[in-house]
């Protein structure tokens, strides 16, 4: 039977420009573009200096909303996703903005955080990257992402994201902060040389053991890069020398931007940021020992369409993105010097326990997620101190941007490691309350897990292997062997049972083969 192709539509409401992409997704799993739009409207601008959006700016982002709506009929497309980052994230102003647009065009706006933002355009990234072969990402490999309102460094090892950081350094938010002093000097370059060089020094970290062989850049102001350079897209990449940009580099230092407008033939709002932008990627460039940049041509619309539909690409182009997301939590924990064998045993254990009670818990694949996030972080806290160290995990769980997740599942998975230990959570407790009552539940029911599966290895020693677990009745039986006394291990057990069975309905009961003396 004949299955026609689907039409998408991901549309970004960003802090300097309005972008569409209408792609076609084939029955055998391929994307295939029809059409990019973008509009220029600085809702930056307004939110970067006044904190909230103008009449003006909301009137042009629904009036373009509107063009890329007609253009959407004209293709037939059903199907779409719209979101907005930081200018209207960050405006004061933005229920209204929203409520405008859901009025004038009928799209409900999801606003997403930083971290999710780049973690779209990096799924891009890396899909082209690998997909086209351009470099072996099995190498370190720095990727900078710069937007108009922050800058996301990532660095890549072994084809997964090993640590991530965010500034709010973005080439308008630049721009914006420091304006007014560009008419009071000669050299505003070498102002916004030493503004920048003060704002990178927290992201030493992302410095990799090994020299960082690729340097790989994201950004709007990028096309101009490259048809200075006169170079084409070879496989959806540009490929820039090092002593090419520098060159560039150079020569744009020195000009106004209405200069930079006029020779190279740039819009000048483009122009006014292309030199805080090449400033950045000199400043990172400097801290590779890359001798060319690449320049993916993909942005975060690409990331919307790759996110809907990964899961049915043809075999072999389909990733796991998950895994990347693992892999920096994984760094985090180590960063935090946590004892690896206790955190890889709560691991493995609450997602055992979370598989086995499927029927019962009514949980999706993505509460998992968090869950495995919360296991891998729930003893960070101890870094700082033992007691209470689970306060601890919650603030620099909350504290952190983990690369991919919304603001409310990283409030879940702070919640889950503030409450694995001793303290038993109520509703309305530290954490649960900044969720709305559905996630809170969700939570509570997480927490139960990850309180049984700590309880298991409270000696932080390992002694129980899991050799079965039932539900029979009323009761959760969780049979194990053991090859040392674990009375630890089971006085914690059945202390931590109590929520367990508030939460499910079920008493969790261990069993125990001791191994070594044959005693149950």
Request: proline letters at 2%; charged letters at 25%; aromatic letters at 8%.
């Amino acid at each position: 039977m004949y299955c026609p192709p689907r039409l998408f539509a991901a549309i970004d409401i960003g802090s300097y420009r309005l972008k569409m992409k209408i792609v076609e997704v084939t029955p055998e799993g391929r994307i295939r573009d029809l059409e990019t739009v973008d509009h220029l409207i600085l809702l930056g601008r307004d939110t970067f200096n006044d904190g909230k959006l103008s009449f003006e700016s909301v009137k042009k982002t629904c009036e373009a909303i509107q063009g890329f709506k007609r253009l959407m009929a004209d293709y037939g497309v059903t199907e779409w996703r719209v979101v907005a980052t930081s200018a209207l994230r960050e405006a004061a102003n933005r229920d209204f903005m929203i409520d405008r647009i859901k009025f004038q065009t009928g799209f409900d706006v999801e606003i997403i955080n930083n971290s999710q933002e780049k973690f779209l355009t990096y799924k891009a990234i890396k899909w082209q990257l690998m997909n086209n072969g351009i470099i072996d990402i099995s190498e370190p490999t720095l990727i900078l992402n710069i937007g108009a309102g922050s800058i996301q460094l990532l660095l890549m090892e072994n084809n997964l994201l090993a640590s991530s950081q965010s500034l709010k350094l973005g080439a308008l938010r630049i721009k914006e902060s420091i304006a007014k002093i560009e008419k009071h000097t000669l050299n505003f370059s070498r102002v916004l040389e030493e503004y920048i060089e003060a704002h990178i020094e927290s992201v030493e970290y992302l410095k990799s053991s090994n020299e960082l062989k690729h340097f790989v850049l994201a950004s709007g102001e990028l096309d101009y890069l490259a048809e200075l350079a006169r170079l084409g897209v070879d496989k959806g990449v540009v490929s820039l020398d090092k002593e090419q940009f520098e060159r560039i580099y150079v020569q744009a230092l020195g000009k106004t931007p209405r200069a930079l407008s006029e020779e190279y033939d740039i819009p000048l709002a483009d122009a006014e940021l292309f030199v805080p932008s090449l400033i950045l990627i000199k400043k990172f460039l400097d801290k590779t020992c890359s001798d060319k940049l690449i320049i993916p041509s993909v942005s975060l619309v690409d990331g919307l369409i790759l996110e809907r539909y990964n899961d049915e690409l043809e075999k072999g182009i389909s990733m796991d993105f998950d895994a990347d997301i693992l892999s920096c939590v994984r760094e985090m924990a180590t960063r935090y010097r946590t004892n690896e064998k206790h955190v890889r045993y709560v691991e493995r254990v609450a997602l055992q326990i979370f598989d086995r009670l499927t029927g019962i818990h009514g949980l999706g694949e993505r509460e998992r997620f968090i869950l495995q996030i919360a296991a891998i972080l729930h003893d960070i806290g101890k870094y700082i101190a033992s007691d209470p160290h689970y306060v601890y995990s919650y603030n620099i769980i909350r504290a952190s941007q983990i690369i991919g997740l919304s603001d409310e599942e990283l409030t879940m998975a702070a919640c889950i490691a503030r409450y694995h230990s001793s303290e038993t959570p109520e509703l309305g407790s530290t954490g649960l309350v900044k969720l709305g009552t559905e996630e809170r539940i969700k939570a509570m029911k997480l927490i139960a897990i990850i309180r049984m599966a700590d309880a298991m290895d409270t000696s932080h020693k390992q002694k129980l292997s899991i050799s079965a677990m039932d539900v029979s009745g009323d009761q959760f039986i969780v049979r194990v062997e053991s090859w040392e006394k674990a009375v630890l291990e089971n006085w914690t057990f059945n202390m931590k049972s109590e929520f367990f069975s508030e939460v499910f309905g079920l008493k969790p009961q261990m069993v125990i083969r001791n191994r070594m003396v044959g005693e149950k």
